[in-house]
C-alpha cells in the first residue's frame, strides 16, 4: 500500500516495456517496485511509444493485447490525460490502419472539437469538422 511519503514518478516506455513483458526479470522486479511503492505517473507520448515498440516489427504483439495490458495497469498507474489514452486505445483497436498517434488525435479532436490539421486522408476521414 503506498504511503503519503510517496514519491511522484514520470516513468518512460522501457519501464512500461519491462513491467508488461517481463522479459528481464531484474528490470521487471525494479518496475513493480518502483510502481508499487510511488505514484508513478504516464504522459500520452509514452503511451505511443510503448505501443510502437510492443505492435512494431521485433515484438510483433497484437494491439489487442498491448491494449489490454495498457488498460490493465490504469489500476496502478496514473496516465495523464487517461480519458483521451482510453478512447485513443479503443480507436486504434477499431481502426488497424490508423497509427496511435493518430488515433489520439482524433481523440482529442472529439472530446473538445479541436480542429487538427493534416495531410493524412485516413485520418481526416475519422476527425469531426467543427
Not at 519491462?18 to 511503492?37: C, G, M, S, V, W
Not at 495498457?70 to 490525460?81: G, H, L, Q, R
Not at 483521451?84 to 490508423?98: G, H, N, R, S, V
Request: hydrophobic residues 40%.
Amino acid at each position: 500500500m503506498k504511503s503519503m511519503e510517496d514519491k511522484i514518478v514520470l516513468i518512460d516506455s522501457n519501464v512500461l516495456i519491462r513491467y508488461f513483458l517481463k522479459d528481464d526479470i531484474e528490470q521487471y522486479n525494479k518496475a513493480l517496485t518502483l510502481i508499487e511503492n510511488n505514484t508513478c505517473y504516464v504522459l500520452p507520448n509514452v503511451v505511443q511509444e510503448v505501443i510502437y515498440v510492443l505492435c512494431g516489427p521485433i515484438y510483433n504483439i497484437p494491439r489487442k493485447e498491448v491494449i489490454k495490458a495498457i488498460k490493465n495497469s490504469f489500476k496502478d498507474i496514473y496516465y495523464i490525460d487517461r480519458q483521451m489514452i482510453e478512447t485513443a486505445l479503443d480507436i486504434y483497436l477499431e481502426k488497424p490502419k490508423l497509427d496511435f498517434v493518430d488515433c489520439l488525435l482524433v481523440s482529442y479532436n472529439r472530446q473538445f472539437e479541436i480542429d487538427v490539421f493534416s495531410f493524412d486522408r485516413k485520418l481526416n476521414q475519422k476527425l469531426i469538422k467543427t
